[in-house]
């Protein structure tokens, strides 16, 4: 109940109407139903002598508002009537009763946050070569994902961890790569002759070159005889909120 249905719920116990109460708080019958209807505020000098006349104090005026304000500060939005009858009903269950209610609530919420992410794994890189060149850590680790914020053909992911790849990545970014080859112009993260590389693949007619993201670096050839393959096709970053997943260890696809 807010203020103004307040004021109106208590002027109509005592039976005074808007005009009596406006006499008795020297305002217009007008501003009595603008206060109730909560079109406008009474001032402080009004408050008080709406306080004295109807025999109540601020708390009765104002503790909805108060209440209202710091759930909003809280969640974000005032709660619905449908979750105040559902406080209020809960409120009068005996404990058993709310101890079955707060299983059920504790359940469906366990069951739809893990329906909310998706696991993937995710490969770290190693020992640092040259030409921005790297190993990858024996076993990649699992990130969680937000199933709204997962790339079409997602297979596995990257975690840059070197400035080296700006302006196109930052250091920490999240690559999203499918298990599909790269093809001509298409980035990806490539291993020649067991180093690996992020880079873009250049064919042309003088050959296969691997072109460096950062202007800084050489492009590297790709000879006939070199032990070559792309371990995965950079589709993007991942967006939006991700997590280590400490519950399980990570594994590349079957290729």
């Known amino acids: ?66 209440s209202n304000n710091v759930v909003r500060s809280a969640y974000g939005h005032d709660l619905s009537q449908e979750e105040k009858d559902s406080i209020e009903k809960y409120r009068q269950l005996d404990e058993n009763s709310k101890q079955l209610v707060r ?38 680790i699992t990130y969680k994902i937000r199933r709204k914020d997962i790339p079409s053909d997602l297979a596995f992911c990257f975690q840059i961890q070197a400035d080296e790849y700006e302006p196109v990545f930052k250091k920490y970014d999240v690559l999203a790569l499918s298990d599909q080859q790269a093809t001509n112009n298409e980035m990806g993260i490539f291993c020649l002759n067991k180093v690996c590389y992020i880079r873009s693949l250049r064919h042309d007619d003088t050959g296969c070159r691997l072109r460096a993201l950062n202007v800084m670096d050489p492009d590297i050839e790709v000879l006939p005889e070199d032990n070559f393959h792309c371990i995965g096709k950079i589709i993007g970053k991942v967006n939006g909120l991700f997590d280590l997943d400490d519950s399980s260890s990570g594994s590349l696809p079957e290729k």
């Open 1 to 66: 109940m807010g203020i103004g249905d307040k004021l109106r719920s208590r002027r109509m116990e005592l039976g005074l109407t808007r005009n009596q109460l406006a006499q008795k708080v020297c305002v217009t019958p007008s501003a009595i139903a603008n206060y109730e209807n909560d079109i406008s505020t009474p001032k402080t000098d009004i408050l008080i002598s709406l306080i004295n006349v109807l025999g109540v104090d601020a708390n009765y005026l104002y503790l909805d508002y108060l």
């Open 103 to 140: 299983m059920i609530v504790d359940s469906e919420y366990q069951r739809i946050h893990r329906e909310e992410w998706v696991s993937f794994p995710c490969l770290i890189p190693g020992i640092q070569k040259a030409n921005t060149g790297f190993l990858l850590q024996e076993r990649p």
